[in-house]
């Protein structure tokens, strides 16, 4: 059975980078503090409650997404400590040199937040790739270079992530595979990890939600960085309160493509 190799916070960008190349993914622990974590959640609590299992706001609720699953978004204007999510030093090293490294693109921005709450008895998601979100995209580029990537994904756990209740299921090297090649199951392995720890990952690795057979929930923070010419899936203004996006530091609003006098010159 594959496994993921693990770093500390501490290690340098070039061996997380090397691992990222090689396997497609790897997990770098202390990212974020235990009291972090649980502040965090202690923001996003009251909006998780009101919340039902399965609700479908964006219209596309099907058995990708879960019926035992909440995915909450807006998350700048939910918790005040998601912009240090965003700027964080590893995470934004990792994606700027992923994503800038032969100037296939001149900045990176975040594309998506997402808040991904996995219930009891919510089954294992199908298999798939982020960067599969722009598939013209992800098919040139890895035309012109199998390691050429257009995204670079962090699933953070704000809970342990666990075999049993729904630790994600990574397919390493996949990200290097065939289009059309599935995955064996002694080709899969789990991204057991604990609170603060994050899955970093290629875009175009193939992994999947696992499956939470416990009584208890399992909470990851999603973040997607892209490079700066490709279209971001969520628009921040719209799912959060715009004065809350403009109030953000310039580093967090430049990583929204939120540019001062509204548009760019170069993409």
Same mark, same amino acid.
């Given at each position: 059975m594959p496994e993921l190799e693990i770093f500390m916070q501490s290690a340098s960008t070039s061996d997380v980078l090397a691992a990222i190349a090689r396997d497609g993914a790897c997990i770098v622990y202390d990212l974020l503090s235990d009291d972090f974590c649980n502040e &965090? *959640?202690? /923001?996003?609590?009251?909006?998780?409650q009101s919340m039902p299992w399965g609700d479908d706001k964006l219209g596309y609720r099907d058995a990708f997404y879960g019926q035992q699953t909440k995915r909450l978004h807006g998350l700048f204007s939910k918790s005040p *400590? #998601?912009? %240090?999510?965003?700027?964080? +030093?590893? =995470?934004?090293?990792v @994606? !700027? %040199? #992923?994503? =800038?490294? %032969?100037?296939?693109?001149?900045? &990176? !921005?975040?594309?998506n937040t997402e808040l991904m709450v996995l219930g009891q008895d919510q089954p294992v998601q199908e298999f798939h790739t982020d960067s599969g979100s722009w598939p !013209? @995209?992800?098919?040139?580029? !890895? =035309? =012109? /270079? +199998?390691?050429n990537e257009i995204l670079v994904s962090a699933n953070i756990a704000l809970t342990p992530f666990t075999s049993t209740n729904g630790a994600t299921r990574v397919v390493p090297g996949s990200h290097l595979w065939a289009p059309d090649r599935k995955p064996q199951a002694n080709e899969v392995c789990q991204a057991i990890m604990p609170q603060g720890a994050a899955l970093l990952y290629s875009g175009n690795v193939i992994h999947s939600g696992g499956a939470n057979e416990t009584d208890t929930t399992r909470i990851g923070l999603y973040l997607g960085y892209v490079v700066s010419w490709l279209r971001p899936l969520e628009n921040y203004l719209v799912t959060n309160k +715009?004065? %809350?996006?403009? @109030?953000? @530091?310039?580093e967090a609003q430049q990583l929204l493509d939120i540019a001062p006098g509204g548009f760019t010159v170069f993409a």
């Amino acid at each position: 059975m594959p496994e993921l190799e693990i770093f500390m916070q501490s290690a340098s960008t070039s061996d997380v980078l090397a691992a990222i190349a090689r396997d497609g993914a790897c997990i770098v622990y202390d990212l974020l503090s235990d009291d972090f974590c649980n502040e &965090i *959640k202690a /923001d996003f609590g009251s909006y998780l409650q009101s919340m039902p299992w399965g609700d479908d706001k964006l219209g596309y609720r099907d058995a990708f997404y879960g019926q035992q699953t909440k995915r909450l978004h807006g998350l700048f204007s939910k918790s005040p *400590k #998601m912009v %240090d999510v965003l700027t964080n +030093p590893v =995470l934004v090293q990792v @994606a !700027r %040199d #992923m994503l =800038l490294c %032969d100037d296939r693109a001149r900045d &990176i !921005r975040l594309s998506n937040t997402e808040l991904m709450v996995l219930g009891q008895d919510q089954p294992v998601q199908e298999f798939h790739t982020d960067s599969g979100s722009w598939p !013209r @995209a992800q098919r040139q580029e !890895r =035309l =012109l /270079d +199998p390691l050429n990537e257009i995204l670079v994904s962090a699933n953070i756990a704000l809970t342990p992530f666990t075999s049993t209740n729904g630790a994600t299921r990574v397919v390493p090297g996949s990200h290097l595979w065939a289009p059309d090649r599935k995955p064996q199951a002694n080709e899969v392995c789990q991204a057991i990890m604990p609170q603060g720890a994050a899955l970093l990952y290629s875009g175009n690795v193939i992994h999947s939600g696992g499956a939470n057979e416990t009584d208890t929930t399992r909470i990851g923070l999603y973040l997607g960085y892209v490079v700066s010419w490709l279209r971001p899936l969520e628009n921040y203004l719209v799912t959060n309160k +715009p004065e %809350d996006v403009f @109030a953000l @530091a310039e580093e967090a609003q430049q990583l929204l493509d939120i540019a001062p006098g509204g548009f760019t010159v170069f993409a």
